[in-house]
């Protein structure tokens, strides 16, 4: 599809690839442009991305007066949302506009998934620095909207392009999902099943692992395992065993946490551990299913 303002045909200037989401709330950061380097690189090196973030109004209540009675409707309508705009710009320009037409028919969801690791890069960094836990990371399943495209410098950066094309939503992903939700979710809201720290914790340091933040997944999934040791069923005696067997590395690799980064065979040792922890979470829901 043609941006709302496409670029000349016989323009000389540089275009540059972006991918742009959008999702049903604003997404935190103040609207603006930044600079996105690379984890580690100095702060004089030659930026990787470029992020905009943009804020979509939604229509804008009249504020009662608050001297009036507010009354609810019995059918009252869906309350005006605000929407947030990420564009992730890749700081390197593509070789020409037909090198550019190549690279749009084959970008995809490759693409997007490693600009969605830049925005929850930023993401995370403005949890940080606003001290906001409420900030969370973004996935594709929550995405309203997916494009992928081109356009000059100027156009990108003002969340436009020259030539883009939207992403359909794929089936969702049934990674690491628990049988029957609903059922469980009734128990434990009925009081007969109660819920565990470890399992909140794992949840922490899984989302660690996928954003590839080792360090704090390493410290994170310590304590985990000494819950899931405390907390977990009799019955499963010898998954218990291999977690207690597997704190051992994961020790160290907090231990290493708080020095600096994990080694490879680290961040090895603290992804095969969740990934047993996990599946000891999900044999204890098999067993009160």
Known sequence: MKGPTSGRPGSALPLFSFSQVELPWALGPPDGRYLVRRPGDPADAPPEHVLLFATLGAPERRRLDRRRRRVATPEPPPAPVVTGRATVIAAEPLPDRAAAARWLQQAGEQRLAGDLAVLNRALHAFRLVSADPYRHAVERSQLLLARVGYGEGEEVAAGRWTEARELL?????????????????AGVLAGREPLLACAELALRARLDVDQERFREAALQLLVALDAALAELDVELADRVQELRERRR???????SALRGELSEDQRVAVSGALGRLEAALRARALTRA
């Open 169 to 185: 939503p794929g089936r969702l992903r049934g990674r690491r999902r628990m049988l029957e939700p609903q059922a469980r979710l």
């Open 249 to 255: 590395q994961v020790a160290g690799a907090a231990e």
